[in-house]
């Protein structure tokens, strides 16, 4: 009978022990919240690229920034709607470009990055807000530890073609660990550092589909990276989604058209090249195909003209 009140207790104190963990995803406040719709466009995979985001916070200086950007480019590739460039290239041809020392968080110099890069938009963002703090309870026979950690994170959409931005969001998320303990054992244990990643998933997760959604009104583009008579070599390929017999309209993109209250660009003029046929893969980095003009307007294609699927 006492064997079995002891390992009764013993159980008893284990479960009451036991760490428990629980991750929020909150909205954090603002003026609005983006609608959240869940994208049915099933084209071509979206070109875009994650710079690190900056820490305003005055916690975890150093890695919080580039903790957030990694997050989200983790969360778009698995998302499957996606071609994102990794941080280290966008690094490198910062560096090569002499941009490293203006910093990503200008629109000007992102959209100048986006243009060498080929993409159709870039990420910029910041963790604006970051907290840990840590609460308890005290009854007679238990007590119980929690640590919580708050965190904001505002991230902007720039649209490579006119450095427009085309969503601005606000994401907050919680996580928190709680520790139990009965008659003084079970609560010992310094800072949980894995909430911070969690919080910051809680927060960037929401992201992807608004994302997706802002970036399905604009139609799918890729640009011609060489042309020799009829036959053009693509920027994108298989992992894209472009695939062998797609037909797309290619265009010749000129001047910009400026709205004339702003002097935002709000387009480009275009010159019609013709249609053409994807052929299939060239190379195999999956990330170029070949197409064929089968109906030319009278313009030769070049590498940096555009196309687009054909309506």
Partial sequence: MHKLKFIAAAALLAAACAPAKSVKQQQAL????????ESKYTGPKRR???????NKSAYGQGRLGGAASDILVTELVKSGKFIVV??????????????????????QTAVKIGQVMGLEA??????????VKK???????????????DVTVDIRLIDVQSGQVILADSGKGMAKNTKASFLGMGTKGGYDETLEGEALRAAL????????????????????AAAANDQLYLNA???????????????????????????????????????????????????????????????????????????
């Fill in 30 to 37: 603002s003026v609005d919240k983006t609608e959240k719709v």
């Fill in 237 to 311: 390929g298989s992992d894209s989604g472009v695939n062998e017999g797609m037909d797309l309209d290619c265009y010749r993109q000129g001047a910009e058209i400026r709205d004339p209250r702003s002097n935002l660009v709000i387009g480009r003029v275009e010159e019609y090249l013709g249609r053409a046929e994807v052929e299939g893969p060239c190379g195999d980095s999956g990330d170029c195909a070949k197409a064929r003009i089968t109906k030319s307007s009278g313009g030769s294609p070049k590498s940096g003209d555009i196309c687009r699927l054909a309506k």
């Fill in 122 to 131: 870039i990420v910029v963002g910041s963790v604006s807000q970051f907290g």
């Fill in 135 to 149: 609460e308890g309870s005290d009854y007679l026979l238990t007590q119980s530890k929690r640590q919580v950690a």
């Fill in 48 to 54: 875009i690229g994650v710079v690190e985001f900056e």
């Fill in 86 to 107: 990794e941080r280290d290239r966008l690094n490198k041809v910062m560096e090569e470009q002499k941009f490293q020392s203006q910093g990503m968080t200008d629109s």
């Fill in 205 to 224: 997760v929401q992201f992807v589909t608004n994302i997706a959604s802002q970036l399905n009104k604009k139609p799918w583009s890729c640009m011609i």
